[in-house]
């Protein structure tokens, strides 16, 4: 259990800072970026299964139907949210973009409660609908259906049911995703490449570098996330999701100097007071219980 917060937090960390590195990519197209981030995933991840003799499970996936449908259907789940992402930061939608994964957690516990008949008490409900109306409340204040956020926070939240149910651990999981998105990958990039539009041949070798750290950039996170999610409960995964989205916030209003008036404020006020509450709620229940355990 504490293993799985720590990795969980550490990948939330990581995607938080994400758009730091992504803004830095912003005179490649973001199509061209998902694919190398899936072809240097897959190079990243091959390196790992080398070092650590880690291919047996390898034959027995691919000749398992049940695990290529179940593995096919995250790899795309994991590319929508992906190409979604890269295109809100290059399109200065990062105070967006964090909108949805800040609706995210409330999806994963929605998630939990409906489909893996995880539990929720009093306090942890009363935490989810101040989170929600936060969120009503911003939709209001946008006057427009929040399309980027939905669209993030439900391919993300479904990714994350998808891994927590995954019949593969975290990085045979994420090596099959990426071996299964491949051949889409090296498709474009060589077709970009023949059409002389491709931004990492024309590159410098910064840019190109910088193409390529894509790979342990996107693989390690999601290796801390797939390993996170197998060890603790949804609803506390949803969570701690919380914490990319503030961090991304924080880039987009502090170091971009995004909008984000009064309105905006209490929507976000709301959510954090609901994160705060449902923390405090899980710590004094842990503590009753560690009471009477004692006695």
């Keep these: 259990m504490q293993t799985g917060k720590f990795y969980a937090v550490m990948a939330f960390l990581i995607w938080g800072l994400l758009p730091l590195y992504l803004h830095a990519l912003k005179v490649v ?30 034959s027995g996936a691919i000749g398992n139907r049940r695990v290529l449908g179940h593995f096919a259907l995250s790899a795309s789940v994991l590319s ?9 930061v290059n399109n200065n939608h990062v105070v967006d973009a964090s909108l949805g994964y800040f609706i995210n957690p409330l999806v994963s516990v929605m998630l939990g409660y409906f489909l893996l008949h995880e539990r929720l008490r009093v306090g942890q409900w009363t935490a989810i609908g101040v989170a929600a109306l936060g969120v009503l409340w911003l939709t209001v204040q946008a006057g427009q259906l929040p399309w980027i956020g939905l669209v993030l926070a439900a391919s993300f939240g479904s990714y994350g049911l998808l891994r927590k149910t995954a019949m593969l651990g975290a990085i045979e999981g994420l090596s099959l995703e990426t071996l299964l998105l491949i051949p889409f990958a090296l498709g474009y990039l060589l077709w970009l490449a023949a059409q002389g539009r491709s931004g990492f041949v024309n590159g410098d070798l910064t840019l190109q570098l910088m193409l390529m750290a894509a790979g342990p950039i996107t693989a390690v996170p999601l290796l801390l ?18 914490l990319s989205p503030t961090l991304q916030l924080s880039l987009g209003v502090f170091f971009w100097h995004e909008p984000f008036d009064g309105g905006k404020l209490f929507g976000y ?23 009477f355990k004692l006695a």
């Design 225 to 242: 996330f797939a390993a996170g999610a197998r060890r603790i409960p949804l609803s506390l995964l949803g969570i701690l999701q919380y």
């Design 80 to 88: 929508i949210n992906w190409f979604l992402y890269i295109w809100a």
């Design 29 to 58: 197209a973001p199509l061209e970026i998902l694919m190398h981030r899936m072809a240097w995933s897959l190079v990243f991840l091959t390196i790992l299964l080398l070092v650590r003799r880690q291919w047996g499970w390898l």
């Design 269 to 291: 006020v709301l959510i954090w007071s609901a994160l705060a509450g449902y923390a405090l709620e899980g710590f004094w229940v842990r503590s009753k219980t560690n009471d």
